[in-house]
Each structure stands twice: as structure tokens, then as C-alpha cells.
């Protein structure tokens, strides 16, 4: 029986592997393999498994050998967050139903039988919810929301990276957050108390471009009085971010490529080596692979700065992340500017129904529209944009009194009538009155339009309405939105009146 826990092999910030077994001799023949393998093991008896297993942070995982006892089991249950193998147990389908037991090891023991196991610990640890290390709410930028895969997997990623030294390239479309990520891996570092000095290579000129990034001495150039510190140096201790790293001309990526290299670098009209240490991270919306065919990118700068890649994804890869986005963006705008909207369900589901070619920008930029033109009301999918209406929805028309309506008829279609029917007096005409600037000869010529006998006013108007409606329609192919503009109404308006009218497209 082995009376004290015996280290065989332990290293330092490793997570280790704890061999619980009574069996000595069994014990060495484990030890063997685990060496050989070249993992980390410390082994100790069943009774001192729960000591041993007070500080489960340094786990990797427990491997419970022969007869295990009823407190091993309890053991198994108590300590979710460890995976357990098994080798060599008796009554082994009494415990596999436990979720963090992971495999069993059959005799004899064999190396491919144990790395695959071992594998799979790794990956339950990789799996579990992170405590420590977790994103929270304050570190996240707000383009970073998100529930849905594609940004689980790119926040994953962003922890993985951030504590290391590693160069990282972030590929995606504009608009979807790639300066975000940047910002995220350099708060999330140990550099994050330094500086974040962003640069975009693509909206400098070429021949600026040099002095921008490693700063110049006086009189090196027309025009430099002084001398001036580059981005390089601003960035000392931190995290540089090279924006558009697609458009950097070539002879800038010769001289990037030496300073990733030798970690050195002078500035433009001086002879002074200066030390670089900063830690780059850069992005782009092309395809550097395609541009390494092309000639249009140096191959060697690539790998230089493709260590650790990660791609965001487009907002139509992610549109369940819509709804998040849009609370986390409105609280934004009305921390800035102190007013809100809100959207229905209906305009939701219609703006999860777009393209989004401009990704989580086009998002923003439409929020701040909806702001400007409904502050603090409420948003349906009528009042969004036309290009974002992908679901029908019936307009709302407020049911006014019949005279009301008749009235807004007449200013529609004529635009300067009054009438006045104050009198049921069979004896008394009704007076239209006609504004001040119509001349006579127009009184006279619309007078005689009026038959001696008279007409039903509303019908007459309707009848103008649905000709006209009718009219503008056939001129535009039926294309609902041109119609409207034609009309001087609102494509809703004329959805309305269409329906109203049960006017249709004619069947070819």
C-alpha cells in the first residue's frame, strides 16, 4: 500500500495527472507509460485522493485504477469540473454514467490507448465554463455581443491569445469589429496598462507612410522641424494595431518585415537603432493568400503576422446576435445623446431578415437614423427604411370622422380647397371657396365642370383617387415605392389606398 503521496513527475504550472491506486506494482506499470509519454503524474492512494484533489485547478485529470471503493465514487460526483479515467475497475458501468468520466483504459496499457485519452481531458477542460479568465461585460466591446457560435468561437479565441506574446491577424468584411478584437486582446494582456496605438495603413500615402510608423529626426525631409516620434515608439510596452495591412505599398512591408524580424528599427534620416517592443496585432477585409499569388504581398510578411488568425464573422452569419446588438447600441446612443427607440417584434424580425452588406456599422448607422427621425417612440416596420421592410405589415390608419376625412381627401388631391357645409338648409348651396391667388377665368373654367343637376362629391373624388392611383401605378411598371413618390404620399399610404381600392397588378 503506498502511504504517501509519491511525485514521479511534476513541473511547475502544469496541470498534472493524479494516479489513485493501492497497488504498487500496478502503480509503476502506469508510471512507465505516463513517462513515456511524457505527461505529468503524481500517484497516491484512494484514502488521500480527496486531499490531493482540494486544489482541482492543477488536475488534468484523476485516473482511478482496481478496486475502486464507494468513496471514490462519491469522489467522481463531487468534482464535475475533473475528468476521470478508468483502468482496470471492476463494476466500471456503475460509474461511466457519470458525465465527467471520460473513458476507460483496458490491460494491457498501450501509448495510443492513453494519448487518446488524455486528448479528450484536454478537451473537457477546454469545454467547461471559464471563471477566472471568463469575458465580462466590461471588458467586452459592445460589437463583440453576441450568443450565437461564430462569436463564441472568436471570444474563445481572443482569451486564448491575449495573455501570449503572438503576432495576430483578424480577417473579416469592414464593419464587422476587427478594431474591437484588436482592443480586446490588447485589454485582456499584460500590456493592457500601456498603450493602443492604431494605425491604418490604407488612408496614409505611401510616401508618409515610413515616417508615420517609426517617427523622423529634424531635418530628415522638407518640412521636419522637429523630431518626431513614430507610431512604433508611441506603442512602446503595447499593442500596435495595422489596420488595412492589405494596402501597405511593398517597400513598407520590406521594412515591417525586418522590424518583426530583428525587433529594431531607426527612424527615417537616422542612423540610432531603437528597440521595438510591441506587440502587433493586424487586420484586413482581403484575401492575403490571394494577393501572395498575385505578387501584391510578400509571402514571408504574411507568415510573420499570420501566427495566430482569427476571422470574425459577417453580421448575416450571426443574425440571432441581431437582437443583442440592438439593445447594447441603443443604450450606447442613449448614453450619448439621451434618447432612445424601440422596435417591435415585427421590426426586428424584419431587420433579421436582411442582407447587412455593411455588417454591424450598417447596424449602428440605421439605429442613429431611427433616432433622428422617431426619438423616443416606437419603431414598426413601416417607419424602417424601405430596403429594410422584409415583412408585410398593414399600416395603421387612424379611423377619423367622416367630414375629416373628406377633407384630408380634398387637400390631397387639390391642395388649396376649402368647403363649408355648417348649414343643412335645403335652400342654401354648399360654397366652395377658392384661395385668393386662383384668378377668375380658372373660377369660371372649374365651375363649369360642376353639372347643372350637381354630383356626390365623395364619389367624384374617390373615382379622381383611383384613376390617378391607377394612372401613376401602369406608369411605373406597378412598382409601389416610385408610384407613391410620383403621388406625393408614402409608400404605406398607397399600400392602403391600393387595398382599400382592391386595385391589383393585371395578369400577363
Not at 207 to 231: C, D, P, Q, V, W
Not at 276 to 295: C, F, P, S, Y
Request: glycine share 6%.
Amino acid at each position: 500500500m503506498i502511504d504517501n503521496p509519491v511525485v514521479t513527475s511534476v513541473v511547475t504550472g502544469h496541470k498534472q495527472i493524479l494516479v489513485v491506486d493501492n497497488d504498487a506494482g500496478r502503480s509503476q506499470q502506469l508510471s512507465t507509460v505516463l513517462a513515456f509519454v511524457g505527461e505529468h503524474f503524481v500517484h497516491c492512494s484512494q484514502e488521500q485522493a480527496i486531499e490531493n484533489l482540494a486544489d482541482s485547478s492543477r488536475i488534468l485529470t484523476v485516473i482511478l485504477t482496481g478496486n475502486v471503493s464507494k468513496d471514490c465514487s462519491a469522489l467522481i460526483k463531487v468534482n464535475p469540473s475533473v475528468p476521470f479515467i478508468l483502468h482496470d475497475v471492476l463494476d466500471a458501468n456503475e460509474l461511466v454514467i457519470n458525465v465527467n468520466v471520460i473513458g476507460t483504459l483496458a490491460a494491457p496499457l498501450n501509448y495510443a490507448q492513453l494519448t487518446e485519452q488524455i486528448h479528450h481531458c484536454h478537451q473537457y477542460h477546454n469545454k467547461l465554463p471559464r471563471k477566472s479568465s471568463k469575458l465580462n461585460s466590461s471588458a467586452l466591446f459592445r460589437s463583440l455581443v453576441g450568443s450565437s457560435e461564430p462569436m463564441a468561437q472568436v471570444r474563445f479565441l481572443i482569451e486564448q491569445v491575449a495573455k501570449t506574446p503572438a503576432s495576430v491577424l483578424v480577417l473579416g468584411e469592414s464593419g464587422t469589429g476587427k478594431e474591437v478584437i484588436a482592443r480586446n486582446i490588447h485589454n485582456l494582456s499584460d500590456r493592457a496598462k500601456e498603450a493602443f496605438v492604431p494605425v491604418n495603413c490604407g488612408a496614409i500615402p505611401a510616401e508618409l507612410l515610413e515616417s508615420e510608423l517609426f517617427g523622423h529626426e529634424k531635418g530628415a525631409f522638407t518640412g521636419a522641424i522637429s523630431t518626431r516620434k513614430g507610431r512604433f515608439e508611441l506603442a512602446e510596452g503595447g499593442t500596435l494595431f495595422l489596420d488595412e495591412i492589405g494596402d501597405m505599398p511593398q517597400p513598407m512591408q520590406v521594412k515591417l518585415l525586418r522590424v518583426l524580424q530583428e525587433r529594431t528599427f531607426e527612424r527615417v534620416g537616422g542612423s540610432k537603432s531603437i528597440k521595438a517592443n510591441v506587440r502587433i496585432v493586424a487586420a484586413t477585409h482581403q484575401d492575403l493568400e490571394e494577393m501572395i499569388k498575385e505578387g501584391s504581398f510578400r509571402e514571408d510578411l504574411f507568415y510573420r503576422l499570420n501566427v495566430f488568425p482569427i476571422d470574425t464573422p459577417a453580421l448575416r452569419e450571426r443574425k440571432e446576435d441581431i437582437p443583442l446588438l440592438l439593445q447594447e447600441l441603443l443604450t450606447r446612443f442613449e448614453h450619448e445623446q439621451n434618447k432612445t427607440v424601440r422596435f417591435t417584434e415585427k421590426a426586428i424580425e424584419s431587420l433579421m431578415e436582411h442582407p447587412w452588406p455593411g455588417n454591424v456599422r450598417e447596424l449602428s448607422n440605421l439605429i442613429e437614423r431611427m433616432l433622428i427621425m422617431y426619438g423616443d417612440q416606437i419603431v414598426d416596420v413601416t417607419e424602417l427604411p424601405y430596403k429594410y421592410q422584409h415583412i408585410d405589415v398593414q399600416a395603421y390608419n387612424p379611423e377619423y370622422p367622416e367630414e375629416l376625412q373628406e377633407h384630408d381627401v380634398i387637400n390631397e388631391l387639390f391642395g388649396g380647397f376649402d368647403y363649408d357645409d355648417e348649414s343643412d338648409d335645403d335652400n342654401e348651396q354648399n360654397e366652395l371657396t377658392v384661395e385668393s391667388d386662383v384668378n377668375g377665368a380658372q373660377n369660371s373654367a372649374n365651375a363649369a365642370l360642376l353639372p347643372s343637376d350637381g354630383l356626390n362629391l365623395k364619389e367624384h373624388l374617390a373615382d379622381l383617387e383611383v384613376s390617378l392611383i391607377i394612372q401613376s401605378l401602369s406608369k411605373h411598371d406597378y412598382v409601389v415605392a416610385r408610384a407613391a413618390e410620383t403621388l406625393g404620399m408614402r409608400r404605406t399610404t398607397l399600400v392602403e389606398k391600393m387595398r382599400k381600392y382592391d386595385l391589383h397588378k393585371p395578369s400577363e
